[in-house]
């Protein structure tokens, strides 16, 4: 019978020392902590004796962080702790800290069989709790059986995959600056269709603004048979989103009508959040409405000689974005205001001119999300061909000294590379 990884790991081990004043240690959230094969991503530095005296979970170079609450599990974030700060840190509450005992396991190949599938599918089988907040339980580490045990196997199994997972990474890192230079390409267009030769003027003549009402949040309902209210954070690029709704009480809406929304209003963010990230823009489709206009929303219609599209094209332009980024007004809520918008100058051109730019916008989006939907396949598959090597090695079902020389990933990777059309 296999041995069971609470023989080859301690689970939250405990620091075996004091810390002196002023002993300053890394302090990894769950942001730091990276998907997919994980790693950690640059850290905060802090007093060891303030993250003591917190929630935290301690943590040395050479243990490793697992999420242990849902989505972070599923989405493989993990990390094997180095170059941490006086070699100690804490890490958020949501982590199980596995520390490796050297001389049973070898601590990369751990780290790789927490990718494996097999363990993947008993940790979120064991997972308890409620919603969104189902955790990974210590029982399912600890009682999990590696099939390989052998530490110079281990070893061999590590290096391997080392070398094969790097290969497939640097492919998949390759095709994602792919989807950066077509997205540069697609943002080129439009800069070009909105910022071209024209007699400079201003915005607030071509629409009009309405900023959104100050509904009081103590009078929010969470009753899904109430009216949506749309919030900034309901606005994302192109699109609205509901994964985080508030509802007001249908009950009282009397003499709200002008902030009702209807389908095809351009609404945008205009707070900091939805300003310095990247303009939010978006059309109210038929499936959000009913909906209210929340304040720092402000909906927008254009006149008839402003088309819909090259407004949105316009209010996303990065030269629209650089214009107000240094005017944001307010203290505790940086935003900008419907005058500041209506100021804005740009170069206006006839309404003829406009619907050509723009079906020579929508013509380059159309090839760009060809060709991203093809290269998002293909790192699909290199992933999930990844997924399938880790698994296979950790488990023993290949052998790693003969796999690499038989050229069974090149020919894998050939194959993934014509399936996609190269």
């Known amino acids: 019978m296999t041995t069971r990884l609470r023989h080859l790991v301690n689970l939250g081990p405990k620091p075996q020392r004091g810390f002196p004043e002023g002993f300053e240690v890394s302090f990894a959230p769950m942001e730091a902590v990276k998907d997919g094969l994980g790693g950690l991503s640059e850290m905060e530095i802090r007093p060891a004796a303030q993250l003591a005296s917190g929630s935290y979970n301690y943590f040395e170079n ?11 599990f599923e989405n493989g974030k993990k990390a094997l702790a180095a170059g941490l700060e006086n070699g100690a840190g804490y890490a958020t509450s949501e982590v199980h800290v596995i520390r490796p005992k050297r001389s049973k396991i070898e601590p990369r190949f751990l780290l790789y069989l927490l990718s494996a599938e097999d363990f993947r599918a008993e940790g979120m089988a064991s997972m308890t709790g409620a919603g969104g907040l189902r955790r990974v339980s210590e029982a399912a580490i600890l009682n999990y059986r590696p099939k390989v045990t052998d530490l110079a196997t281990q070893k061999a199994i590590a290096d391997f995959l080392d070398r094969e997972t790097a290969r497939i990474g640097q492919l998949i890192e390759k095709k994602q600056r792919l989807v950066e230079v077509l997205n540069e390409h697609v943002v080129a267009e439009r800069e070009a269709a909105v910022w071209g030769a024209g007699a400079f003027s201003k915005l607030g003549h071509h629409i009009s603004i309405l900023p959104g009402y100050a509904f009081p949040s103590s009078g929010f ?74 304040q720092r929303v402000c909906k927008i219609t254009p006149s008839p000689n402003l088309g819909g599209e090259f407004l949105m094209a316009l209010l996303e332009s990065r030269r629209f974005l650089a214009h107000f980024e240094p005017i944001l007004t307010g203290v505790s809520v ?26 020579q916008l929508r013509r380059v989006k159309r090839q760009a999300k060809v ?30 000294e003969t796999y690499g020389k038989q050229g069974a990933t090149d020919r894998t990777l050939d194959r993934i590379e014509e399936e996609m059309g190269g």
Not at 256 to 276: H, N, T
């Open 62 to 72: 050479g243990d490793i962080l697992l999420a242990k609450v849902t989505p972070c």
């Open 371 to 400: 060709l991203k939907l093809r290269i998002d396949a293909s790192i699909e598959r290199l992933r999930e061909y990844r997924a399938a090597l880790i698994t296979a090695a950790v488990t023993g079902q290949i052998d790693v």
């Open 334 to 359: 940086p935003h900008i205001s419907g005058d500041q918008i209506a100021s804005f100058r740009f170069p206006f051109i006839e309404i003829e001119e406009q619907e050509y730019r723009i079906s």
């Open 221 to 294: 309902s969470e009753n899904p048979e109430d009216i949506r209210l749309l919030r900034g954070a309901n606005v994302n690029v192109d699109a609205v989103r509901w994964d985080d709704v508030v509802y007001w009480p249908i009950g009282e809406i009397q003499g709200l009508a002008r902030f009702m929304l209807r389908e095809g209003d351009i609404v945008m963010g205009m707070d900091r959040p939805w300003i310095s990230s990247g303009i939010r823009v978006a059309k109210v489709e038929k499936e959000d409405v009913p909906s209210l206009l929340l």
